[in-house]
């Protein structure tokens, strides 16, 4: 089983559409949670920390089940500027108890359209 | 907003040779990443370092790796024998403490020949 495993995608989706990306994680020792969005050959670049009991960042919301080892991330009435990959990434208990390394997903490709 | 920047943007180089990729974290940052992207697949942890060695490293990171801080401001990433399989996108991050969010730069994409 894949470490961070997320919907394969593509998403095309109208501008002001609702968009919901899942994602599960393998290690049920995974201790931080994360969405980034990267653009074309660009760098990834943090979206939002995702916490337990969920949180909201303007038109962007995360949610973490941990008995289900499952992240999602929600954008409402999305913009042309949303248009991305996004990649779910799990902080993963490293060996020798080390917790530093960031494990990504493969990404879900979104395009908003006018 | 500070932010990690790398140098240089592209480096073309031929199969065999050594290669020296160089990034600036964020200034107050003490914890320092390399990560790499291959052409349409996903990013790989390569290293950590923290406080002058590597806390933690890939099975990627092999012998032909090496990292170093040579001075108070560049991490730099060595590859001493470049393969074509090395070709790919290097990502730089940094981060506050080890469990704070990690920044990155903007990448050196790597051609080997």
């Known amino acids: 089983r894949k470490e961070v495993e997320q919907d394969p995608g593509p998403f095309n989706v109208p501008e002001g559409a609702t968009v919901a990306f899942n994602c599960t994680y393998s290690n049920s020792a995974s201790q931080s949670f994360f969405w980034y969005r990267q653009d074309c050959r660009k760098e990834p670049k943090l979206l939002m920390s995702v916490y337990s009991s969920g949180n909201e960042d303007g038109r962007f919301t995360a949610q973490l089940n941990r008995a289900s080892q499952y992240i999602s991330l929600l954008i409402r009435d999305s913009k042309l500027s949303d248009s991305a990959t996004y990649l779910c990434v799990v902080r993963l208990l490293g060996s020798g108890g080390s917790n530093y390394k960031l494990t990504f997903g493969k990404g879900t490709l979104l395009t908003v359209n006018p | 907003e500070p932010e990690v920047t790398q140098t240089p943007s592209h480096q073309v180089t031929q199969m065999g040779q050594e290669v020296i990729l160089r990034c600036v974290p964020i200034s107050n940052h003490l914890y320092f990443y390399w990560y790499r992207q291959i052409l349409g697949q996903k990013v790989e942890f390569l290293v950590s370092f923290y406080n002058n060695e590597i806390s933690e490293k890939s099975e990627i990171f092999d012998d032909q790796f090496s990292v170093e801080r040579p001075d108070g401001s560049n991490f730099t990433l060595k590859i001493r024998s470049t393969k074509l399989e090395d070709s790919a996108m290097y990502f730089c991050?940094?981060?506050?403490?080890?469990?704070?969010?990690?920044?990155f730069g903007p990448g050196t994409r790597l051609t080997v020949t």
């Open positions: 991050a940094s981060s506050e403490f080890r469990s704070y969010e990690q920044y």
